[in-house]
């Protein structure tokens, strides 16, 4: 008789996988011999991470609650499961073309990658507070030091630092709205948060005000996770400084494991408050979209301008949010799957482009490269059509998918917002493809040849994000019906 | 049973061409790239001829929906086409007049760099535009839409080097973004209230809502909302400014793109509405306005414009102003019909002007060109000549031409029809007389032999006010000098030469179709053949104000009043020109001038919004508070060594309190409001 039953190890699978690599990644980089270690290291993370993703389909059919009802497997786990483990796949292929360029490979880093994923893994299944709070911390504290891996630029170490001292600081709103909430209902699970605030245990009003004050609190933590505004003001700092895959990461799976245990709160332990956060979520979502278009117009520097446009879309996901239904959820879900493609597409370009030391990361240095180098440049313009949201792309499902939510739900003023918005954003994303195509070169640029790694992110990006701009059927019907399930 | 037609193949084959080009081009010769992007319209033109002749054997409308390609809950999207009169005429309109324009650029582009990138592009604008016209749902519409736009963009900028060309599209995309963006917000009212995009759906829910009278109805909302979209694309005012710019790019997109199809998009797009507009008399009484006031706008710009090209393209714009003043008479019947023949005749003029230019070694001012070709440009260029002679006349409405038939038909609607005004019609009728009046003027100019040739080759644009100024529209503007500046005297050896065949057969046709095109209009033939299509269920009584005869006298003695001004001031007595401009300098002047809209438009949009990021986003936003929180990322940068730690601190101070500040509002809320 075991006390744990052999499902229990199948639903968290993946994870199993993930940490088990990064292990052997430790013990690679302390035990062998100097050299090649590096290239070692990512061949293990890569064999890791595809392994995971593979493992995630034996973990989707084994659906169900595991180890005392703390993390749960249904469609919502395995979408994000599938969505982050992906976006780390790309991540480390990218890093295989970035590090050496940069004389930074080493074992060490895939493994914090690795960790990382794992946290953020944990993140999108858990159905309790507490986990999900360490999960979190895991996946913060690898991030914190990626960002600052390239140790000897001042403005990396920099990133890391800011990173770490505000992430801390909106951390503790979100543990002590762990606490608030516990003391309300007397309970960390999240499906039994949502009973008990129906049949409190204190009195009446006063345990749904504890409620609601511990769901600001969360929000605030949340809402500084996924740079929404007025919560934003680390991002372009830390995403600037920070290597250009790192920040390509740092906008994605972070960010989407955030999005997904935002969803998971408030949907479902919150739900009974929901008409008191829906205005917090409404003001956030104009604030992060008006602030990150305005000022990424401003911007040359292209990872900073990345930066502010992911504060705008983090805006975007937010006015779905705002739909409180299931449609939200699905758009959200779908929203994220087609921006984490994007994304990290057009961060990978950027990395190709950087060059030693990150020299070549303003706007200006990529004046002609679009006869130059015509494959990057075209999936740059590709991507940053996307974020556009022109039709056949993915970008403009997300959007669509997003802006019906939110009139389903009758938000006219927020959609109308959200519209005006997302034309001011074609104007600086279309500024790249000017410069891309239309400018000469101020100074012939060096990039390095098109490595086997590159191409393959090359060819992941683009295959998702047209898959999803031409075929959205699937992956929004599984959102679908990963939203019904979550709720239910 | 009726067939499978297989419409996707049409718009698919196009795409095909523009995949091959894209792809393999590079490594192709000249030649093999060229025919590869022939071939592929070619084989979309077979395809819809071999539709047409399917015709008697379906049901019309004929819809054909394959696998859904948006199916979310309440919302199914197919990827769904729609075959009836209508679109059938703009497919054969579009894959006709699109090979033709193929053909004469493997003539035109032939002294071009980045031959199969122009083909591969040609090819991608007829893969949209078919999908526009195609098209079974306002979605898919839209994607051709917004496609077509890019494509005009990427083909307005082909000459990236140059410095206009990249800014002019730049401001065609952008002016047509905000045409889109209205667009966009009355199909979402569409979807939100009708719940489908599916034309079948939405026009059946329609036809069963009464005619509106108040002045905010849903249908006149939407009505109005998709005109602002077509105000965009079909260059009319107040956002017509892309038009005339976008000739920077190559002549045969300015025929196929900027003259026969894509600029009409906007006019489909509303006789396609038009069980929505018949409804809402406010939205049609705007469009009617709007077309008429672009159609004379653009004629008189068009009088005094010393480019070729520019000519041509206020005349399109006017052009478009009459399509839609026919919509917005209620006779879209009309519309298409002017639609169709002036695809016929202003194509040909572009092509014929593309051949002059071509010619002319590069040369686009009339003016100068007469004063290049001792004895007249006629002698060296005949073809040309006479498809040019034809396709004017057939744009002034002389009578036999095609110009004629469809113009006249629209201006007795305008006087007479379901929705009449005769203002308007006067309006219409003044334009009409203008365009017979620029057009002559045009054709004179440059194919007659000039007065004073020697004087005319060296003019006087540097000198703005020259009292003494030796042509007659020479002067007045800066902008003149810097075109004399773009193009430096070293044409005046060039010798003028014929084009080759790839280049006159397409004129021949096309100057056959103008000519003779008008015809399928006579007894209302076409018309009635459309009359399935426009049946929306609203029927108003006519409001004969005129016979259909003496209307046409009028239209008619208007077209040869102009043509007898232009011989009498461009032929006969130069200097009687000479004499009405000193005369009347400051008219002069304002129309020379564009009327300076787009001073004005630079005056009031680019300028305060330019002022206001400077301001507000720079001095406010940027300095005070984004620069002020940041305190100084620049200095960091440069004391990176020793004053590393203070300015950290600093920095993760405010934004710490940033993130405080936002925590208490969170908070506060929450204190406040929750606790109800």
Redesign the interface.
């Known amino acids: 008789m075991s006390l744990v039953p052999a499902e229990f190890y199948w639903r968290i699978l993946p994870e199993l996988v993930l940490a088990g690599f990064g292990a052997v990644l430790m013990l690679i980089e302390g035990g062998g011999r100097a050299g090649n270690r590096g290239r070692l290291g990512a061949y293990v993370a890569l064999l890791g991470s595809l392994l995971a993703f593979g493992a995630v389909f034996i973990q989707a059919a084994n659906p169900g609650d595991a180890f005392q009802h703390m993390f749960r497997v249904d469609g919502f786990t395995v979408f994000f499961d599938f969505v982050i483990i992906g976006a780390t796949v790309v991540v480390v292929l990218l890093s295989m073309d970035y590090l050496p360029t940069q004389h930074l490979e080493r074992g060490e880093f895939y493994a914090l990658l690795l960790f990382g994923t794992v946290g953020m893994t944990f993140m999108v299944g858990s159905v309790e507070l507490i986990m999900i709070f360490i999960s979190l911390e895991i996946s913060s504290i690898s991030t914190y030091v990626l960002a600052g891996y390239r140790r000897h630029a001042?403005r990396s170490t920099?990133s890391s630092?800011?990173y770490f001292?505000?992430g801390s600081?909106?951390t503790a709103?979100f543990l002590y709205g762990i606490a608030l909430v516990y003391g309300a209902t007397g309970t960390t699970q999240l499906y039994d948060v949502a009973r008990a605030s129906l049949t409190p245990i204190v009195g009446g009003?006063e345990a749904?005000?504890v409620l609601?004050?511990a769901?600001?609190?969360m929000?605030?933590g949340l809402?500084?996770k996924v740079s929404a505004?007025?919560?934003q003001?680390?991002t372009p700092?830390v995403y600037e400084g920070a290597p250009a895959p790192v920040t390509g990461f740092m906008s994605a799976g972070p960010k989407a494991a955030a999005f997904a245990i935002f969803l998971r709160i408030f949907y479902v332990a919150l739900h009974s408050?929901g008409h008191?956060w829906f205005?917090?979520v409404y003001v956030a979502a104009i604030l992060s979209m008006c602030l990150g278009n305005?000022?990424a117009?401003?911007q040359t520097n292209i990872k900073r301008m990345l930066a502010y446009s992911s504060i705008a879309h983090a805006g975007y996901v937010l006015v779905a949010f705002a739909a409180l239904g299931p449609?939200g959820i699905?758009a959200v879900m779908f929203y994220l799957a087609a921006y984490v493609a994007m994304n990290i597409g057009a961060f990978a370009v950027v990395s190709h482009f950087a060059h030693r030391e990150e020299r070549y990361v303003d706007v200006k240095d990529y004046a002609g490269l679009g006869f130059r180098f015509p494959v990057p440049a075209f999936c740059l313009s590709l991507f940053l059509f996307s974020l556009i949201g022109?039709?056949?792309t993915g970008g403009f499902?997300g959007k669509l998918?997003v802006?019906?939510a939110a009139?389903d739900a009758h938000l006219v003023g927020l959609?109308?917002i959200a519209?005006l918005n997302s034309?001011l954003a074609?104007f600086y994303y279309?500024r790249v493809v000017?410069f891309l195509?239309?400018r000469?070169p101020a100074e012939e640029i060096a990039a390095p040849p098109m490595t086997g790694a590159f191409s393959l992110v090359m060819i992941a990006c683009v295959a998702v994000v047209i898959w999803l701009g031409v075929?959205?059927?699937r992956v929004?019907?599984f959102a679908?019906r990963s939203a019904a399930q979550m709720l239910r | 049973m009726h067939p499978n037609l297989h419409l996707w193949l049409i718009p698919f084959l196009c795409f095909l061409g523009f995949a091959c080009n894209l792809l393999l081009g590079r490594t192709w010769s000249q030649k093999t790239a060229g025919w590869v992007g022939v071939l592929f319209p070619a084989a979309a033109f077979v395809d819809a001829l071999w539709v047409v002749s399917q015709w008697s054997r379906i049901t019309v409308p004929y819809l054909e929906t394959h696998s859904p390609w948006i199916a979310a809950g309440p919302l199914t999207i197919p990827y769904g086409f729609q075959l009836d009169q209508l679109s059938l005429v703009m497919m054969l309109i579009v894959t006709g007049v699109g090979l033709l324009i193929h053909v004469y650029s493997l003539g035109y582009m032939a002294h071009e760099g980045g031959f199969y990138r122009f083909f591969a592009y040609l090819n991608m604008f007829m893969f949209f535009m078919l999908l526009l016209v195609l098209a079974g749902n306002y979605l898919l519409m839209f994607i051709g839409w917004e496609g077509v736009g890019f494509a005009s963009y990427v083909l307005i900028g082909f000459f990236f080097r140059k410095d206009s060309a990249s800014a002019a599209g730049m401001k065609a995309f952008i002016t047509n973004r905000i045409g889109d963006f209205g667009f966009l917000i009355g199909l979402f009212f569409i979807f939100d209230h009708f719940h489908s995009f599916d034309y079948t759906t939405v026009f059946a829910q329609v036809r069963q809502m009464p005619v509106e009278h108040a002045w905010s109805g849903l249908l006149t909302v939407i009505g109005l909302l998709l005109f602002v979209g077509a105000t965009g694309k079909s260059a009319q005012i107040p956002l017509y400014v892309w038009l005339p710019d976008a000739m920077e790019g190559p002549t045969p997109v300015s025929a196929l793109i900027h003259a026969a199809t894509m600029v009409t998009a906007g006019v489909y797009m509303v006789c396609r509405s038009a069980a929505i507009y018949d409804r809402a008399p406010l939205a049609l009484s705007v469009v009617l306005a709007t077309g008429a006031l672009t159609a004379i706008f653009a004629a008189s710009i068009g009088i005094l414009q010393r480019d070729i090209k520019k000519v041509l393209a206020y005349s399109t714009v006017s052009q478009l102003g009459y399509m839609f003043m026919a919509c917005g008479a209620m006779a879209y019947g009309a519309g298409i019909f002017h639609l169709m023949t002036h695809a016929f005749f202003k194509g040909l003029l572009f092509l014929g002007a593309g051949s002059v230019i071509h010619a002319m070694s590069g040369e686009q001012d009339m003016f100068r060109i007469q004063a290049l070709a001792p004895g007249g440009l006629r002698r060296y260029v005949p073809i040309t000549f006479w498809t040019f002679l034809i396709a004017t006349c057939a744009i002034s409405g002389i009578p036999g031409f095609s110009g004629f038939f469809s113009k006249d038909k629209i201006l007795y609607e305008v006087l007479s029809g379901q929705h009449p005004n005769a203002f308007w019609w006067a309006v219409g009728t003044i334009a009409a007389l203008m365009t017979s009046f620029y057009m002559f003027r045009a054709l004179f100019v440059t194919f007659l032999a000039g007065p004073e040739t020697a004087a005319l080759s060296h003019p006087t644009g540097q000198e703005p006010r020259a009292v003494e100024a030796h042509s007659v529209d020479a002067g007045f503007t800066a902008g003149h000098a810097e075109h004399q500046a773009a193009h430096p005297p070293a044409h005046e050896a060039a010798h003028p030469h014929e084009s080759p065949a790839s280049m006159t057969v397409p004129l021949i046709i096309l100057g056959i179709l103008a000519a003779f095109g008008g015809y399928i209009g006579l007894g209302d033939r076409f018309e009635n053949f459309l009359a399935p299509v426009f049946n929306t269920g609203v029927v108003l009584p006519t409001h004969p104000a005129a016979s259909e005869l003496s209307v046409s006298l009028i239209s008619i003695s208007v077209a040869v009043v102009g043509l007898l001004l232009a011989w009498f001031y461009y032929v006969k007595n130069r200097q009687a020109a000479e004499n009405l401009k000193h005369s009347l300098a400051g008219l002069y002047r304002l129309v020379f001038n564009k009327y300076w809209i787009d001073e004005l438009y630079g005056l009031v949009f680019t300028r305060p919004l330019a002022a206001f990021s400077r301001v507000v986003l720079w001095r406010i936003v940027d300095v005070g508070m984004i620069d002020g929180t940041v305190n100084g990322i620049a200095t960091f940068a440069r004391g990176v060594g020793s004053g590393l730690r203070r300015q950290e601190s600093g920095n993760i101070r405010s934004y710490a309190s940033w993130v405080g500040l936002g925590a208490v509002v969170v908070v506060l809320y929450v204190l406040v409001v929750g606790v109800r």
């Open positions: 001042p920099e630092l800011k001292l505000l600081f909106a709103f009003g749904d005000r609601l004050l769901g600001a609190l929000f605030i809402g500084f505004a007025p919560f003001v680390w700092d408050s008191a205005w917090m305005i000022a117009l401003l449609e699905s022109v039709p056949l499902f998918y802006f019906r009139l959609t109308v519209v034309a074609a279309l000017v195509y239309m000469q075929f959205p059927n929004l019907e679908s």
